[in-house]
């Protein structure tokens, strides 16, 4: 499955994703001590990223699911422009909602938690996905927002050159 990832991504511009590998809940990277210090850390980052409660709707064998998360301190954006997006998208069957239970801080310092807008997406492929979040962060302006492909099983943050 990672190598279908990223095949997909390297159709995408670079620069507008980064795959994050270690999804702790405060945002660090991978511990330079002991073995027992990277279990518990890889055991946390595990566990951070089984927190998205996602609908009944999503639990069917054949719905490809992903989630777009924005950060909690989103700037002035509410859902009925959210949902505007997504109808001129003509995107698939969207919930929104608080699909996200656990916590992230990205490298900019943006944090992702329970109180964090997402939406959840069906039937629509990975690259899709990734493209629909794109469009979200320049649409909307924001520098970053966390995607969740449960297709891929990948964590991705887009990141928006405009708002550098």
């Known amino acids: 499955m990672k190598n279908l ?3 997909i991504i390297k159709h995408l511009p670079r ?5 994050v590998k ?4 405060d945002g660090r990277d991978m511990p330079n ?3 027992f210090q990277r279990g518990n850390f890889i055991k946390s980052c595990a566990d951070n990223a089984r927190n998205f409660t996602l609908s009944p709707a999503s639990h069917s064998a054949n719905s490809r699911v992903g989630v777009i998360v924005f950060p909690s301190n989103i700037l002035s954006i ?21 699909a996200f239970r656990g916590r992230y801080v990205n490298p900019n310092g943006a944090i992702y938690d329970s109180t964090s ?10 690259r899709s996905l ?15 927002i966390l995607v969740k492909d449960f297709a891929g ?7 928006n050159d405009a708002m550098k």
Not at 22 to 25: E, G, K, L, M, V
Not at 80 to 95: D, E, Y
Not at 117 to 126: D, K, M
């Open 33 to 35: 001590g002991v073995g």
């Open 117 to 126: 807008i997402t939406i959840e997406l069906h039937n629509l492929s990975t």
């Open 78 to 98: 509410d859902c009925g422009a959210i949902t505007h997006h997504l109808a001129t998208c003509k995107s698939p069957t969207h919930t929104l909602g608080n």
């Open 22 to 25: 270690y999804f702790s809940p």
């Open 5 to 7: 990832f990223a095949k």
């Open 130 to 144: 990734l493209r629909l979040a794109n469009h979200l962060s320049r649409t909307l302006n924001q520098p970053s």
């Open 153 to 159: 099983n990948k964590l991705v943050l887009t990141i």
């Open 15 to 19: 620069r507008h994703f980064r795959e």
